[in-house]
């Protein structure tokens, strides 16, 4: 069965903290890899994974992925009050199909 | 930037009625999708569409429908909505098969079914 598992489910850590969000998945040709990042309303795009081992980043969020192991993390340093959201991770297989995990929703304490 | 609108950010019908979610894109993409996101479920894959009058079941079709007449709405029809269908709902889209780029969403609409 194609899965996607987000761990953990939910985290609480104080501004200023590093976090990881991990994402593993059990899919049948895989084409690729997203982390979405939800506030209040739409999920918006953070990054796309095709390839192990190459570091995406933007400012202090970055993301890698291992294909061989099945997982991405996602990395946040020196977190901020507004990085409180839900972290998406999607991965996308076969004839362009997705399936989302259940997100971390995580909250950054001032 | 891609513009994902979807018609009522909230929306109460009752049950038995028949409900509309209308979703519109404005760059010209071809893939268009529906989902709902429910607490510890996360997203679900109702329907999808590639093309102008092409719908594809997702993982959760059941009680839904989908209409694209036109390739920059996609619409998500209750056709007697229920209780269970209680949802926050989010529309999609994104450029096209093979061209590997993201999808991009709308900001939602919370449906409450009394």
């Known amino acids: 069965e194609d899965k996607v598992v987000q761990s953990p489910l939910s985290l609480v850590v104080h501004e200023g903290d590093t976090v990881t969000l991990n994402c593993s998945y059990e899919?049948?040709?895989?084409?690729?890899l997203l982390w979405y990042k939800q506030e209040k309303k739409a999920p918006t795009f953070l990054f796309m994974l095709?390839?192990?081992?190459i570091e995406k980043k933007s400012g202090r969020l970055s993301s890698i992925l291992d294909k061989k192991e099945l997982f991405s993390i996602l990395n946040i340093t020196a977190t901020q009050t507004g990085d409180s959201a839900i972290y998406l991770c999607?991965?996308?297989?076969?004839?362009?199909?997705?399936?989302f995990g259940k997100g971390t929703r995580l909250h950054i304490l001032p | 930037d891609v513009k994902v609108t979807q018609s009522s950010r909230y929306l109460v019908k009752r049950t038995g009625e028949k409900v509309f979610l209308e979703c519109v894109q404005d760059?010209?993409?071809?893939?268009m999708f529906w989902y709902r996101q429910d607490p510890g479920l996360g997203l679900r894959l109702i329907y999808f569409?590639?093309?102008?009058?092409?719908?594809e079941k997702g993982d959760i079709p059941e009680g839904y429908s989908v209409s694209r007449e036109k390739k920059e709405r996609f619409s998500l029809i209750l056709e007697s909505a229920s209780t269970n269908q209680t949802s926050m709902y989010l529309c999609?889209?994104?450029?096209?098969?093979?061209?590997?780029?993201?999808?991009?969403f709308g900001d939602g609409t919370r449906l409450s079914i009394l």
């Open positions: 760059m010209d993409h071809e893939n």
């Open positions: 095709t390839s192990s081992g």
């Open positions: 999609a889209s994104s450029l096209g098969q093979g061209y590997r780029q993201p999808q991009h």
């Open positions: 899919v049948t040709n895989f084409r690729s």
């Open positions: 999607a991965v996308e297989f076969r004839d362009d199909k997705i399936i």
């Open positions: 569409s590639y093309d102008v009058k092409m719908k």
